[in-house]
């Protein structure tokens, strides 16, 4: 008997016309593999969107599945074009993942369009869906727009309320709470008034000239600093969407909100330092460092 992607396989000897044959027999499914589902938008570079998604839950010895909001052409130096795909095909696509494979935990990305917003909130909660991490992208890395106007709204009211934890940067924070932030009381203040507003969990982000990789962390067991050095590396392309399912990750693993947080910012921290550096503009991560340091 053997054990084969965490199904097992049973060897059945049998008989035929006197010789001795093999069949080979599916047995009970034993394996405890986390299923993580990201719902956000393809980058055709690989650094970002659900690409990086897909690769931080492989990275975390889980199953990755994706729904696609957007196709983008885009690279280390800019988006170029977005394609939304229409509300009828992103409900089949999160129909088809919950009726089949149930996820243990949600990362939501990419989504510039309020219907698609929309589609999303319904099917969560129409599945009822446990561990939604949000990363309320608003703009890439390279500075490109990725949030429509009219769907920001859209996003406070259907999206927000239906999160686990949100993990706005400085600028997507400000725009959540409708306050300016400048300094670390201010990112406190407003992470705060996120927290009372929506009842979940809020991580800002700290790495937009505030401080250094330091992030603010409200949540039912209390408000933490979490610190981390700032890696000098000009490639932080799909570094939100990174830390994001890897928050996913750690939630489904059974962690508690700060664990996974801090779990999640060291694989960060690490697929920084590691020191990748691909195309011509604000590069990828390695998302995959420690599986060569493992091996």
């Keep these: 008997m053997a054990l084969l992607y ?9 008989e035929k016309d006197g010789k001795k044959i093999v069949e080979m027999s599916e047995g009970v499914k034993t394996c405890d593999m986390k299923k993580i589902l990201t719902i956000a938008g393809s980058d055709s570079s690989g650094g970002a969107g659900i690409q990086a998604d897909l690769k931080t839950i492989a990275a975390h010895k889980m199953y990755g599945m994706s729904a696609i909001t957007s196709l983008t052409a885009q690279n280390t130096m800019g988006v170029y074009d977005i394609l ?14 919950f009726t089949d494979i149930y996820p243990d935990a949600i990362k939501t990305g990419m989504v510039s ?15 009822k869906a446990r561990n939604i991490v949000i990363d309320p992208v608003m703009v890439a890395t390279s500075g490109a727009r990725l949030l429509k106007e009219d769907a920001i709204e859209t996003l406070r009211q259907r999206l927000l309320p239906l999160a686990s934890l949100i993990t706005p940067n400085i600028p997507e924070t400000e725009v959540l709470s409708g306050m300016e932030i400048g300094n670390k009381e201010e990112m406190e203040r407003a ?8 009842g979940l969990a809020v991580l800002v982000k700290g790495g937009h000239s505030i401080n250094d990789a ?10 933490f600093w979490l610190s981390s050095e700032r ?30 947080v801090k779990a999640a910012k060291e694989y960060l921290t690490g697929a920084l330092r590691a020191g990748l550096d691909l195309g011509k503009g604000s590069g990828p991560l390695d998302h995959t460092y420690w599986t060569r340091i493992e091996a």
Excluded: P, Q, W
Aim: aromatic letters at 6%; one cysteine or more.
């Design 6 to 14: 965490g199904i097992i396989i049973c060897e059945i000897n049998l």
């Design 231 to 260: 890696v000098d590396n000009k490639n932080t392309h799909g570094t939100g969407c990174t830390l994001s399912s890897a928050i996913a990750c750690e939630l489904a693993a059974g962690k508690d909100m700060y664990s996974a």
């Design 84 to 97: 939304d795909v229409s509300k009828t095909f992103l409900e089949n696509e999160l129909d088809a993942i």
């Design 191 to 198: 992470a705060r008034k996120l927290f009372d507003s929506y």
């Design 214 to 223: 330091n992030d603010f962390l409200i949540c039912k067991d209390g408000e």
């Design 113 to 127: 369009d309020k219907r698609l917003i929309e589609v999303i909130a319904k099917k969560l909660t129409e599945y």
